[in-house]
């Protein structure tokens, strides 16, 4: 099970951070992502990082601005968002892929089939 958290009204420019707690799972076995939808549009990548925290990938809209991170001992992944952008308003998941390998790469992480758990979404509002 995953639960997402941290959503809210910000201003553009301003920052948010995610959070995403897992539980019943192996959680250490997962590649986590976060992807999101924006209201009439199809749900897109955001970030995604490797089950021990070394590799991450992003999308290009998010690069630069937004940090994939994750805790393992507390189960926990988060997404910092940083120079928020009016275009970021969306709803925000949290995912898991407990089959993906150490070294899954951009192009599989992107994928929203590959992932075979997902958290209830969280509500990200940006106001131009």
């Known amino acids: 099970q995953l639960q ?3 959503g809210g009204l910000v201003q553009a420019g301003g920052s948010l951070r995610l ?3 897992a539980s019943g799972r192996t959680f ?3 590649l986590m992502g976060w992807f999101r939808q924006a209201p009439g549009k199809e749900r897109e990548f955001g970030a995604a990082i490797s089950r021990n925290g070394v590799s ?7 690069k630069g601005r937004f940090t994939i991170s994750r805790d393992n001992a ?5 997404l910092e968002m940083n120079s928020l952008e009016f275009e970021d308003t969306a709803v ?4 898991a892929d407990h089959n993906a390998i ?3 790469g951009l192009s599989y ?6 992932y075979d758990a997902w958290g209830q979404g969280t509500q990200v509002t940006v106001s131009s």
């Open 4 to 6: 997402a958290s941290g």
């Open 19 to 21: 959070s995403c707690a």
């Open 28 to 30: 250490t076995r997962d």
């Open 56 to 62: 991450t990938y992003y999308s290009d809209s998010v």
């Open 74 to 78: 507390k189960k926990m992944v988060y």
């Open 92 to 95: 925000y998941y949290c995912a």
């Open 102 to 104: 150490l070294t899954a």
């Open 109 to 114: 992480s992107s994928r929203q089939e590959n």
